[in-house]
């Protein structure tokens, strides 16, 4: 039998004798002949113990898994999690997952035997997690830096593809205690995450945050058979094509989980989320969108949407570049759809999301608008083709203004911010490697 559910245990071992009544209809005793952590001897105040430990308790007759389970009690138990509970005959096997540097108790009396026999003795032993952490190299070369993972959610499974300067999925339990920050960089509409990797790695290194600082690309492929793709809709949290449906938003907010596991990273406490041109439309709707934040209230999260042409408004008003005041838009179909509004082809990440309460996400969340003032050369991206486009500004850059020329007027109590970095024009490398850009994510991470 496999059973999942979170609770934590402290394993103290200490043998007291119960007397055995003598009288025949009684069901005879059971022994513990061995409890074993990782096929070693676990003794009560045994330190440095795995977090993910097995232990293997062994009996002088075959048990009742079942019995066996309801019999077992592990504390404390808000931090651990009982990842499986399997029998076989006169053993059984307990995989955990526990916390660094903590004590646990565990404790099994009663009757656990097949024909209702009790343990003779009661076990209650005590231990302690590993304190230590071991220093691991990160990685900056994009071969090397370049994994997979296997996304498991309710709409199906599908292997993902990331970069990373740490092996986030490692099953290694002594980790680099000293990574505190992360930062996820999400790539344009030309799909190189590789490139942004890149062009991130160099600006952490530069501010000496490689050994306190995790720092992930994902990669939201525009088409794949062997590989979770989105094409363009990964901007605006669609579902993955094929079968698996899994939303772009929820693809990070699963890597977001795995970073916020105490068990791996007991000390990271801030995250910062930035993209550049669609990375930054996907920035800008996730910020609001994540169901991230609110789970995990102990990490600050900082999101930074670097020169995108697209933007979500709460309502149809607009600037007018001519006063730089709100007008209401008239006459317009499509403002309200998404993504420019809360109407229409909403994804299924959202659909138990109210626009209020992604409205009150969008205005309260820590927003960065990083946007690059270059006029020279033309921007053969720039989309101003319909009336829901054109109204958000005329330029790239004017966008990212009126955006925030907007949320201050109509939102004043916002946490909205906004740097230019001076002379770039659409360029991540430029902007990422910028002295606004880096000045910026070193007063974040150091704050």
Known sequence: MIRKLSFFVVFVIIISCSSDSGGSDEPTTIQLVQITADNNNLISGAKDISLNPILRFTFSSNININSFENALNITPSNLVEIISVVGNNSQANVQLRLQRNTNYTINLQGSIGLSGESLNMSLNILFTTIDGCNYITPSYGTSSSRRVVNLETNNGSGNFVYYSNYPIYSTEDDWQC?????????????????DYYSYMSTTVQALSLSESTILISPDFKNSSQNYLSWGSDYRKGGDSSGAANISSFEALDIIIDRLANKSFFPSLNEIVITGQSSGGLFT??????????????????????????????????????????????????????WPYGYNNDIPRYLLNTSKQI????????????????????????????????????????????????????????????????QG?????????????FRNLLNTLLNN
Do not use: W
């Not at 209230?297 to 709460?314: G, L, M």
């Not at 992604?358 to 989309?383: A, C, E, M, P, W």
């Open 358 to 421: 992604f409205d009150d996400n969008f205005i309260n969340r820590k927003i960065t608008y990083l946007l690059g003032n270059g006029v020279s050369g033309s921007d053969g991206q720039f989309n101003n083709s319909t009336c829901y486009l054109s109204v958000l500004g005329s330029s790239r850059y004017k966008r990212g203004e009126n955006m925030f020329q907007y949320i201050n007027i109509k939102f004043p109590s916002n946490n909205h911010n906004k740097i230019v970095a």
């Open 424 to 436: 770039i024009k659409h360029d991540g490398q430029a902007i990422y490697n910028s002295p606004e």
């Open 284 to 337: 800008h709707l996730f910020s609001a969108a994540n169901k991230s934040e609110n789970k995990y209230p102990e990490i600050n999260f900082e999101y930074i949407v670097s020169e995108s042409q697209f933007y979500y408004y709460p309502t149809n008003e607009r600037i007018s570049e001519s006063n730089n005041q709100l007008y209401v838009v008239q006459n317009c179909n499509g403002i309200y759809n």
């Open 178 to 194: 000293d990574l505190e920050k992360a930062i996820v960089v999400v790539h344009g509409n030309s799909f190189n995450p590789d």
